[in-house]
């Protein structure tokens, strides 16, 4: 795909491009990704508004990705500032991020949205959570005034796309998420989870996959404590489980064979200090074994120098997420191709819309015509009554409708196939200033 036909400047075209820059689970751990990630987004998107060329953004950011989509004048030049914006952020972890941050422009890019948005991309093949994470990062943009056509028509498009290819290839079916996965990472180091005490720490997106995925399997019950205790309570009622109020952690906490963390806050949960005080009181002779799939991290790295205390965080997942990607290996690659057919349109559309502000300019100047030759033709009629009135500025409206319909699906046709000299000959002939 060439660049994009935009109209901002109509006496000659400008063009355009979308830039993908980004940092993922397939080129940086966990300690990497949370020093490149945004705690203030309104504050990035201010931020990626200043980086050269930039006219929309959005941007993603989950436990395993954090991706900026730009739309911009300067293609390779807006690609390589938002580059070193990112590796920038990684401070101490600069030298790694150099080598783990990628980009793709154009055809590029827009292949990859589609294959996030179909769950090609995830850690876990085909998981669902990253449909809504898309689109909830599409909506904090269009809050933030960042997102702009451009990014509207695709991340819809990618949105639909992405359902489609789960309700067409089956992709998603079985163990589909990060919350699964981590579970099934249980299962593989305990053997059985049966006769096992389950505490979840969050009862939020992840809290609640974790929390679903075990029900499933497991027949004790499960433990789900929450900051808002109703919000714990409510899923533990839907899943025959038991909610504890954040203060009393430390009652499952001695007896409890493995802790999920699953929340969104900011700081650390489970410190050295605080899981020391647990295991000096525990009665359980089994080691305590914390999976910590929070985003940032809400386990301090430092519990794993305490006896009988194992970690695992996203990076242990990897293994599950191999397994899953064998097993969907069929239904991959009917995903694939897919996306491959789906991405030709939109292409098509993209650049068939980027001509939208020249056509409504024309069928203004038109408009602005007709209205004053009909001004002038009805004076000139003499008296006529309101019907007779509506008659012939509809007559005038429909003849101008029918004369302007190939103009717009010719512009619409030129700047879907690149044909920048074509659009540029329309609107000189127009001579929209």
């Known amino acids: 795909m060439g660049q994009l ?20 689970h397939k080129t940086a751990h966990v300690p990497l990704l949370e020093a490149v990630s945004f705690k203030d987004k309104a504050n990035a998107y201010v931020e990626m508004r200043s980086l050269d060329g930039v006219r929309e953004s959005v941007l993603i950011q989950t436990c395993n990705r954090i991706e900026l989509y730009l739309v911009t004048e300067h293609g390779d030049r807006t690609a390589k500032s938002a580059v070193e914006y990112l590796e920038n952020r990684a401070s101490a972890h600069n030298a790694e ?5 990628e980009y793709s422009l154009n055809h590029d890019a827009l292949n990859h949205l589609l294959r996030v948005a179909s769950g090609l991309e995830s850690m876990v093949i085909g998981e669902d959570q990253v449909i809504n994470q898309i689109w909830n990062a599409y909506l904090e943009a269009e809050k933030a005034k960042a997102a702009g056509p451009v990014l509207n028509l695709l991340f819809n498009r990618a949105i639909n796309i992405g359902r489609r290819v789960r309700r067409e290839t089956g992709i998603n079916r079985g163990a589909a998420s990060v919350g699964s996965a981590a579970v099934e990472l249980a299962e593989t180091l305990l053997d059985d989870l049966n006769d096992k005490k389950i505490l979840i720490l969050g009862a939020g997106e992840i809290g609640t996959l974790v929390a679903k995925a075990m029900a499933r399997r497991f027949l004790s019950p499960i433990f789900i404590a929450n900051r808002t205790y109703e919000r714990a309570f409510r899923l533990a009622e839907e899943l025959g489980g038991k909610a504890v109020m954040f203060d009393k952690l430390g009652e499952v906490l001695v007896d409890a064979d493995v802790v999920f963390c699953c929340t969104s806050a900011p700081h650390y949960l489970l410190t050295k200090q605080l899981v020391s005080s647990f295991v000096a009181a525990r009665r359980n002779q089994n080691d305590l074994l914390v999976i910590d799939i929070s985003n940032p991290r809400n386990v301090e790295e430092t519990i794993n120098e305490l006896p009988d205390v194992k970690l695992y965080d996203i990076d242990d997942l990897t293994l599950i997420a191999e397994n899953n990607k064998q097993e969907r290996e069929r239904t991959m690659w009917e995903a694939f191709r897919l996306v491959d057919r789906e991405l030709e349109a939109l292409e098509y559309a993209i650049n068939a819309d980027s001509v939208n502000e020249v056509i409504s300019d024309v069928l203004s100047q038109v408009e602005e015509n007709r209205r004053r030759e009909l001004t002038k033709a009805l004076s000139m009629m003499g008296e ?4 007779k009135r509506k008659v012939v500025s509809d007559l005038t409206s429909i003849l101008m409708k029918k004369t302007f319909l190939p103009v717009i699906e010719n512009f619409r046709r030129a700047a879907a196939n690149n044909d920048l000299e074509l659009v540029n000959a329309g609107i000189k002939i127009f001579d929209i200033k």
Do not use: F, G, Q
């Not at 991020?97 to 941050?101: Q, S």
């Not at 006529?384 to 019907?387: F, P, Q, T, V």
């Open 97 to 101: 991020a150099c080598k783990a941050v």
């Open 5 to 24: 036909v935009t109209s901002t400047m109509h006496s000659s075209l400008k063009t355009a491009d979308i830039v993908n820059v980004r940092i993922t």
């Open 384 to 387: 006529l009554d309101e019907r």
